[in-house]
Each structure stands twice: as structure tokens, then as C-alpha cells.
Antibody, heavy 122, light 107 residues
């Protein structure tokens, strides 16, 4: 059974860069049937898809964040990572990593990490 | 991007009663729609994909219907563990987008 675990600083200063890592166990991150994705959720609000990375290294980002986001993958460590630059208080949220189907008609999130709260504050 | 709108924002239901949640897409998403359940302090959990297919281990009291722009999640007889927030998500177009959620609370 696939498990995902987010890690990274819980506090980031405004204008700095947020960096998180997701470690995957119980599944191969190189499996071409899946994308690996980040989603965030401000407190008491809805879900926002941030972007995804594929085993080839190809990426796709939400246009609302694209200028500030990079998602990358390290298959040897079974990890994928998120960096979000020039953060403001509006980036304060619980950040989730999740597995996303890559085959036609399967692009839903079938496994999620527990989430990690990142607060942007000086 | 495709905007997903859920209604109502909050649904008050007594245990054992039926709950009907709606999700509308700003343009057709065919049957490329998923539903998730989220409990306080937890990650969302996949309930339904393909608009009507239950995910592994999901009880039969959960059912999904619809296609195009109008979708419904029905919980036939609410159990105590079903009180939660429910989100819909379209995966017909990038970027992937979610509805704002419907909170199902105890009446």
C-alpha cells in the first residue's frame, strides 16, 4: 500500500522560498501510471492543486502559481519536492503531496500524505 | 480554468437520513469527476471516480451520478462517521480544480 509523507520547515519568512519534500513508500515513484502532485489548503478553505511531476521529469503547474513553483523528483531517494518562491501570508496553508493517475480517465488523487502546515510569518 | 461549484455549503442531516450533495462544472467535464471526503485534521480520501465508480473499500451507501456539468453525491443513510466535508474535483482539463466543499453536519 502506497504511503506518502511530507517534510520540511513549518515556518517560512515572507519573500523567502518554501521547500517541501514528499517521501513515497510502498510504490515505485518511477511507475509510468502515475503523476506525483502537490495540493494545498488554507485553514478552513478549499483545495488548490499546485502542480505535478512525472517519472520522466516533465511537469505541469497551476497557472495561478506557475511563475513561483518548481516540482522535481529524485527517483533514487523515492522523493519528489516542491519549491515556492517569494512567499506571502497568502501561501500559509496545509500542503499535501498525493499520487495522481496519469492514464486517460484516471487523473484523480488516490493516495494522500497526511499534510504539513506551513506558516508564512516574520 | 474550469470552475467547480458545490451546493449547499452546509447540509444538516439526521443520522439514518439521506444526504444529497451537488457539484456543477462551468463547462463539460464528461464523466471525469471525483468526490473526496475530508474529516477534521485529516487528508481528503477518495470516494468516487469516473462520476459514479466507488473507490476501493467505499461502502455502497455512497453513490455518485451525473455527467457533463451536473453531478450528485448521495449518501443513502448517514452514519456517524459520514459527517465530514465533501469535495468534488474535475480531471477533464488542466489545471485540475476542486469545488469549495459541502459540510455535512449532524442535525
Amino acid at each position: 500500500q502506497v504511503q506518502l509523507q511530507e517534510s520540511g520547515p513549518g515556518l517560512v519568512k515572507p519573500s523567502q522560498t518554501l521547500s517541501l519534500t514528499c517521501t513515497v513508500s510502498g510504490a515505485s515513484i518511477s511507475n509510468g501510471d502515475y503523476y506525483w502532485s502537490w495540493i494545498r489548503q488554507p485553514a478552513g478553505k478549499g483545495l488548490e492543486w499546485i502542480g505535478r511531476v512525472y517519472s520522466s521529469g516533465s511537469t505541469n503547474y497551476n497557472p495561478s502559481l506557475e511563475s513561483r513553483v518548481t516540482i522535481s523528483m529524485d527517483t533514487s531517494k523515492k522523493q519528489f519536492s516542491l519549491t515556492l518562491g517569494s512567499v506571502t501570508a497568502a501561501d500559509t496553508a496545509v500542503y499535501y503531496c498525493a499520487r495522481l493517475g496519469s492514464l486517460r480517465g484516471t487523473t484523480y488523487f488516490d493516495s494522500w500524505g497526511q499534510g504539513t502546515l506551513v506558516t508564512v510569518s516574520s | 480554468e474550469i470552475v467547480m461549484t458545490q451546493s449547499p455549503d452546509t447540509l444538516s442531516v439526521s443520522p439514518g437520513e439521506r444526504a444529497t450533495l451537488s457539484c456543477r462544472a462551468s463547462q463539460s467535464v464528461s464523466s471525469n469527476l471525483a468526490w473526496y471526503q475530508q474529516k477534521p485534521g485529516q487528508a481528503p480520501w477518495l470516494l468516487i471516480y469516473g462520476a459514479s465508480t466507488r473507490a476501493t473499500g467505499i461502502p455502497a451507501r455512497f453513490s455518485g451520478s451525473g455527467s457533463g456539468t451536473e453531478f450528485t453525491l448521495t449518501i443513502s443513510s448517514l452514519q456517524s462517521e459520514d459527517f465530514a466535508v465533501y469535495f468534488c474535483q474535475q480531471y477533464n482539463n488542466w489545471p485540475l480544480t476542486f469545488g469549495g466543499g459541502t459540510k455535512v453536519e449532524i442535525k
